[in-house]
T-cell receptor, first 112, second 111 residues
Framework: QQPVQSPQAVILREGEDAVINCSSS?????VHWYRQKHGEAPVFLMI?????EQKGHDKISASFNEKKQQSSLYLTASQLSYSGTYFC?????????????FGTGTRLLVSP | NAGVTQTPKFQVLKTGQSMTLQCAQD?????MSWYRQDPGMGLRLIHYSVGAGITDQGEVPNGYNVSRSTTEDFPLRLLSAAPSQTSVYFCASSYGGGELFFGEGSRLTVL
């Protein structure tokens, strides 16, 4: 089952913040976040493992609430280069190996 | 390192034809997988492999076959192409369940 992402699309002005959410109905082992620009392959941003950790990558960070099976991606002081489609990928607990299922994506457009 | 290499990048097939999408990685990754990407559907897992000789089905396996005879290669076979298989296909690999490295994609059109 695909995780559910929200919102489906976001339009920002440069310098504004955004939050993208990802939720699953199943117990999760990990959540991955990727960004894809038009016509290109997805590019890895970060992985969060169960344990409620939070990670950061420059001005992009994420959290994972294991109890709620939810993850959020935080984009701070957005830059034009942040534009693209963001996907969360979830790995269910107790599957024993990586079977990553992706959400349908959130389109982010950052304008000057 | 070339990373993950997919061929061909573009392909047009007629309904009923068969073909193989090639995927090779030179990072000695255990895990390899195939995804298809359709507008509004995100990335959907077709098949995956956790090592040579081991494959399993993903979310949308029907109409596709895979095999993994070596660590490096993970070809995806379309047995009898249908218009519903028109899509962009991505091969990906990872080490130990970590970051997925994607190939550049193969755009397939079935007429």
């Amino acid at each position: 089952q695909q995780p559910v992402q929200s919102p489906q699309a976001v339009i920002l002005r440069e310098g504004e913040d955004a939050v993208i959410n990802c939720s699953s109905s199943k117990a999760l082992y990990s959540v991955h976040w990727y960004r894809q620009k038009h016509g290109e392959a997805p590019v890895f941003l970060m992985i969060l493992l169960k344990g409620g950790e939070q990670k950061g990558h420059d001005k992009i960070s994420a959290s994972f609430n294991e109890k709620k099976q939810q993850s959020s991606l935080y984009l701070t002081a957005s830059q034009l280069s942040y534009s693209g489609t963001y996907f969360c990928g979830t790995e269910r607990a107790n599957t024993g190996f990586q079977k990553l299922v992706f959400g349908t994506g959130t389109r982010l457009l950052v304008s000057p | 390192n070339a990373g993950v290499t997919q061929t061909p990048k573009f392909q047009v097939l007629k309904t009923g034809q068969s073909m193989t999408l090639q995927c090779a990685q030179d990072m000695n990754h255990e895990y390899m997988s195939w995804y298809r990407q359709d507008p509004g559907m995100g990335l959907r897992l077709i098949h995956y492999s956790v090592g040579a000789g081991i494959t399993d089905q993903g979310e949308v396996p029907n109409g596709y076959n895979v095999s993994r005879s070596t660590t490096e290669d993970f070809p995806l076979r379309l047995l009898s192409a249908a218009p519903s298989q028109t899509s962009v296909y991505f091969c990906a690999s990872s080490y130990g369940g970590g970051e997925l490295f994607f190939g550049e994609g193969s755009r397939l059109t079935v007429l």
